[in-house]
């Protein structure tokens, strides 16, 4: 058993399972790690300075608010990093919660989702298409300056975007909506795009976008059908996503017939002023 690997943990669970699977998958993706507790861990990854995702604090259980902000503060302040970010695969406490607060985190409620498979989605009249990663790269440097985070700099996008090409943490898949009415400069007729990382029993459904002028046509169903069909096919038992609790996507998903698992925290104190919130929404 690796140290990038979670001992076993109430594995019977689909919730304890789902959460140590995306737990492992953050741990896969860093440069390194380091173990703070039992069900603790800092992920660092130097080369993208600017991704929270592989940049942050990683919990298991709740440790307490103390022990969260000085170990945030200690290793990521120790790196010369400009975020403070906390990933919590488990419920907070309401005292840990308002500790963050107290040291100025802005905090995401999410909630984790899993579809047992095999499944079927209706895509309608939609197609979704296989494409590279580079090819959806195009239309995220546009959800991210335009619709997920306006205000993001240059380089930051570029991180966000060039991540996804060395994900170390399983086989990324990628699908694409075209639509003949859209012609922007950077993207292109690209006008929403998904991913699904396929690892072991699960892959994870993310990133599900639609541009805001185009929504409301079905793109978003399209891409979950080929998602969905393509885990299936794989052999994985379920697929799995994340949902902010506060947003509508949660019942689109609970539509689809994924059910809610368990919850998870992200929890973020960055000197420039953007949120984090806002590019978890599901656009679709």
Known sequence: MSD??????????LGERVADWYAETTLLRAQSIVPLADGAWVALTPRWPDSFA???VVVRRDPGGDRLVTWVDEHLGGAGLAHRYVSAYCDLSEQTLARLVDAGYELTALVEMALPLPAAVTPGDARAEPVDLDETGLLHRVLWTDEWMPGISDSEVTQLVE?????????????AVRDPAASHPVSGDLVASTDLCLRGWTGEIDAVATLKAFRGKGYAAALMASAIEAATARGCTHVVLTALADDWPRTWYSRLGFV??????????GDDGITFASSREATA
Do not use: I, K
């Open 260 to 269: 809610e698992v368990g919850v998870a925290w992200e929890a973020l104190r």
């Open 163 to 175: 991540r996804r090409l060395d994900d170390s943490a399983g086989e990324t898949l990628s699908w």
């Open 54 to 56: 592989t940049n942050c």
């Open 4 to 13: 990038r690997t979670l001992p076993p943990d109430l594995a019977d669970d």
